[in-house]
Nanobody, 128 residues
Framework: QLQLVESGRDSVRRGGSLRLSCSVSGAKLDYLSIGWFRQAPGKEREVVSCASTLYDDKFYADPVKGRFTISRDNARSTVWMQMNNLRPENPGVYYC?????????????????????WGPGIQVTVSS
């Protein structure tokens, strides 16, 4: 059974950096595309970034381009999201999620229903 678990430091001052990890078990990461999603209080879950399998394409939501970096190590069954220059609009619960096969575009990353396995989430806070 595919399982994902998020981990990492979860609080930082404004302008600081955090790196979240997503550990994958129960299936080979090689064949999975992984997305990072954020859910703020009272808001819908939204995609932050995706890393596709096959060609390792990476996609980012416009507000995080240039500040966040997604990376993966299939041998270690881990996906990371490095978040730099964190802003007051970035806090929320961050989830990693997996779907079989590749995602070919950012639009594909936004289809949360295509991601069939989800981690429990990690609360990220940014203090001023």
């Amino acid at each position: 059974q595919l399982q994902l678990v998020e981990s990492g430091r979860d609080s930082v001052r404004r302008g600081g950096s955090l790196r979240l990890s997503c550990s994958v078990s129960g299936a080979k990461l090689d064949y999975l595309s992984i997305g990072w999603f954020r859910q703020a209080p009272g808001k819908e879950r939204e995609v932050v970034s995706c890393a596709s399998t096959l060609y390792d394409d990476k996609f980012y939501a416009d507000p995080v381009k240039g500040r966040f970096t997604i990376s993966r190590d299939n041998a270690r069954s881990t996906v990371w999201m490095q978040m730099n220059n964190l802003r007051p609009e970035n806090p929320g619960v961050y989830y990693c999620a997996a779907q079989d096969g590749m995602v070919a575009s950012f639009l594909a990353c936004t289809k949360t229903s295509d991601f069939t396995s989800w981690g429990p989430g990690i609360q990220v806070t940014v203090s001023s």
